[in-house]
């Protein structure tokens, strides 16, 4: 059965071979591997990754700025799925604390088991404008505060939502709206967009640029009766 230990060799084959000396359980360190003229190198050594793991090499990054996490290869179907599955996340997680990372497969001939996936350099996170601006536009959007964080297993009540409440609201009480009217009566500025895709199933087109409440949409109001007073809007 494989051992943390059993990666011990592949690492420092593969360290040696950049020309490094390389010794084992140094301070408490798994590999230790210096060079002159460069910076020290730790590797953590464990069969999974895991938040043990990532906690050792922040500790380790007190001692050196080149901490490596070392992960076996896994080593069956399953485990190579659930791999390939979070890889991308390891990665980021890697990068965005400054840890290097490489996976050891035993099955590879000497020499050539340890691939390095990233290595440790300082991380700087690009902002991404267009979700900034979203993040923005929808806290400025959303009425109030209708939701709490971290639940599960509920919809969260967005912006989006809100407007779409106005338009039931305001169709609830006639039999059915021009388009125009019902923006103008609710002030939704997206309220032709929001009927003609009918998200939730609420609104039912009787004619050109005409709607009506549909059953569910009845039904959504009752669901949602709590928040519509919050809305704040002018229909009636």
């Given at each position: 059965m494989v051992c943390e230990?059993?990666?011990?060799?592949?690492?420092?084959v593969y360290l040696e071979g950049h020309g490094y000396?390389?010794?084992a359980e140094i301070n408490g360190c798994d590999v230790v591997a210096c060079k002159e003229g460069e910076t020290t190198v730790v590797v953590e050594l464990k069969l999974n990754f895991s938040l043990d793991l990532i906690l050792q090499g922040i500790d380790r990054q007190s001692?050196?700025?080149d901490v490596y996490l070392a992960v076996l290869t896994p080593d069956t179907p399953a485990?190579?799925?659930?791999?390939?599955?979070?890889?991308?996340?390891?990665?980021?997680?890697?990068?965005?604390?400054?840890?290097?990372l490489m996976i050891v497969d035993l099955t590879r001939r000497r020499g050539s088991e340890v691939e390095?996936?990233?290595?440790?350099?300082p991380y700087t996170p690009r902002k991404n404008k267009p979700k900034q601006s979203r993040l923005q536009a929808e806290f400025e959007?959303?009425?109030g505060d209708p939701n709490t964080g971290g639940i599960t297993r509920t919809k969260i009540i967005t912006a989006y939502r809100q407007d779409a409440l106005r338009c039931a609201v305001a169709l609830s009480n006639n039999k059915e709206m021009k388009v125009a009217n019902i923006k103008a009566l609710?002030?939704?500025p997206k309220a032709a967009s929001?009927?003609?895709?009918?998200?939730?199933?609420?609104?039912?087109?009787?004619a050109r640029g005409v709607y009506s409440l549909s059953p569910l949409g009845h039904e959504g109001l009752k669901i949602y009766a709590g928040l519509l007073p919050s809305l704040d809007d002018n229909t009636g």
């Open positions: 230990a059993d990666l011990y060799a592949p690492v420092k000396e390389v010794k001692l050196t700025d485990k190579r799925k659930n791999w390939r599955s979070r890889r991308r996340d390891y990665l980021k997680l890697c990068r965005m604390l400054g840890l290097g390095v996936l990233i290595d440790p350099v959007s959303r009425v609710t002030g939704v929001i009927l003609l895709k009918n998200h939730y199933g609420w609104f039912e087109r009787t």
